[in-house]
């Protein structure tokens, strides 16, 4: 015989089960749907507050970024952008501790794809040079050129480095690399001035000799370059070895005409001291027969010939430069001090009349202090660069 009043209890026994499931899956959907919906509305939340910090920071307003950039990490701290934001805003306002502290917790977060954490390092880098703790700075560069195989942004920004640390052989070492591929005469130049800050650096802590071989290496690198000879002079001044000095500045003379205005006082204090002051005056005629166009060179003989008394020389001298360049001011003023020496005074007066006429005529010229643009009349609104009341005369 079939027990109906235990099958009917079984049955309700089960049917309590089947809904007591039910009720179970419908109150975990809603509640999953609930948590979802607070996690939409937080991420869209997040969302609003990151852009309106953008679009402080875009305009400048960096105070008022930081605090929406905080805002969004409270609501999302996902945002690894907005972390790294808030590092760079406190670094910029000069916080550098505060900005290394958020950097390298960032570092320890397994939530990063690798663009990101390279991000991180790029800013991490900026807070520590700016800190001034340059070794720590150098980790961090040589880092980032691990994780982008040696980009050159990187190896720039760590020249940057070397350059602040006054570290000139690693600077000249990397800046080689950099450019290996485009070996011009302009990256030669500035190789050359690296072995000349290293000489400098060198004869500072009175090692003249080693810093002598630093300059010989500037001119290996650049056979042009006119710093590297006058501080070999220098070198050689110092140490009272007027000879050698003397035959530095000739090759200056001979290699960069065009500077060479810029050994004559050494070379006549040289000359003086040597008592053969009257050879100088063979080394700007020297120096004027191959370069004519030089007038640092007849202003220079000019004095000499007026030192010596010879008036008529000096006169002379500023006219060769007249017949090349007939607007030089310096030469007309010149020639109006030594006409009134000489009391030839309507050449003298004919001259300054001159000067006076074209001071009267030249036109005023007006420059943007921001992009340097310039015009005969003045802007409020520089037509280059945009910029407003930017105009100085």
Not at 134 to 144: D, G, H, M
Request: with cysteine; net charge neutral.
């Amino acid at each position: 015989m079939i027990d109906f009043t235990s099958l009917l209890s079984a049955l309700e026994s089960y049917a309590i089960y089947i809904v007591l499931v039910i009720a179970l899956l419908l109150s975990s959907v809603l509640l999953i749907r609930y948590f979802l919906r607070r996690a939409n509305t937080s991420s869209r939340d997040s969302s609003i507050e990151y852009t309106a910090a953008l679009n402080y920071l875009l305009n400048g307003e960096k105070q008022e970024a930081l605090e929406k950039f905080k805002e969004t990490v409270k609501k999302d701290t996902g945002n690894i952008n907005a972390y790294i934001r808030i590092g760079d805003i406190l670094r910029d306002q000069g916080e550098y501790l505060r900005a290394i502290k958020i950097h390298r917790s960032l570092m320890i977060r397994n939530d990063m794809n690798k663009l990101e954490r390279i991000e991180i390092l790029k800013s991490l880098f900026k807070d520590y040079r700016d800190a001034g703790r340059f070794n720590s700075a150098l980790k961090a560069s040589e880092e980032l050129l691990e994780m982008t195989r040696n980009q050159d942004w990187v190896k720039r920004d760590q020249l940057e480095l070397y350059e602040e640390m006054e570290d000139w052989d690693k600077a000249f070492d990397l800046r080689k690399k950099i450019s290996s591929a485009n070996n011009s005469q302009d990256q030669n130049r500035l190789m050359a001035l690296y072995k000349v800050e290293a000489g400098l650096k060198l004869t500072r802590r009175d090692s003249e000799h080693d810093g002598r071989l630093k300059f010989r290496e500037a001119i290996k690198t650049d056979k042009n370059c006119a710093p590297a000879f006058l501080y070999l002079s220098d070198s050689y001044i110092r140490e009272n070895r007027l000879t050698d000095a003397l035959t530095e500045l000739r090759r200056f003379i001979s290699n960069v005409p065009n500077l060479a205005y810029l050994a004559f006082d050494r070379l006549k204090d040289i000359l003086y001291q040597k008592g053969n002051f009257g050879e100088i005056e063979s080394i700007y005629q020297s120096l004027l027969k191959s370069n004519p166009e030089l007038d640092e060179a007849w202003f220079a003989l000019a004095d000499l010939y007026e030192r010596k008394g010879d008036m008529r020389g000096a006169i002379d001298s500023c006219k060769r430069v007249l017949e090349t360049k007939p607007d030089s001011v310096l030469a007309k003023q010149y020639l109006v001090n030594y006409y009134a020496k000489t009391n030839e005074i309507d050449d003298a007066l004919r001259i300054a009349l001159d000067l006076i006429d074209t001071s009267l005529s030249e036109e005023k010229k007006f420059v943007c202090e921001i992009c340097g643009f310039n015009s005969n009349k003045p802007y409020w609104h520089c037509p280059q660069c945009k910029a407003w009341n930017s105009y100085v005369s």
